[in-house]
């Protein structure tokens, strides 16, 4: 969910559109997917450090309370655009993604059933996806793998 418009389209639902700081488009920003409940309309999850919020008042701005609870991740503290890393930092990034992965025990429990090679295969399949989508060119990615 690196990209910033699928994060976008999963706000179709979102309580607060207008009027406020936590539009669409701030939380998207921001690296939230919304992931409401039958329950809680307003929950968010960040893609990249799985941190999830909910109880989203008007006034709220989604960098602060993101950042409040999740000082370190890695995705709210990019100097600069995705689109404009290189390839090594991306690769880092992608890097300090995984372990948050790791460090969730919601996320790890599922993910110790998948054998290192599977493991390989699906970070290669999401690296070629995103660079070829951001070169706009087609790559074979099941011969790749």
């Not at 690296?31 to 709220?60: A, K, Q």
Request: proline share 4%; charged share 30%.
């Amino acid at each position: 969910m690196y990209d910033y418009e699928k994060r976008l389209s999963t706000f179709s639902d979102w309580p607060f559109t207008e009027n406020c700081n936590c539009t669409p488009e701030n939380m998207a920003k921001t690296g939230f997917i919304h992931r409401p409940s039958e329950n809680e309309p307003d929950v968010v999850c960040c893609f990249f450090c799985l941190t999830e919020l909910e109880g989203w008042e008007p006034d709220d701005n989604p960098w602060t309370e993101h950042s409040k609870r999740s000082s370190t991740c890695g995705f709210l503290n990019l100097s600069g655009s995705v689109n404009d890393l290189t390839v090594e930092a991306f690769l880092r990034l992608e890097a300090d993604r995984i372990k948050c992965f790791y460090a969730d025990d919601r996320v790890f429990s599922t993910l110790v059933l998948y054998s290192v090679d599977e493991a390989r295969k699906a970070t290669t399949k999401r690296l070629l996806e995103y660079f070829s989508n951001q070169h706009h060119c087609s790559i074979d990615l099941e011969s790749e793998l």
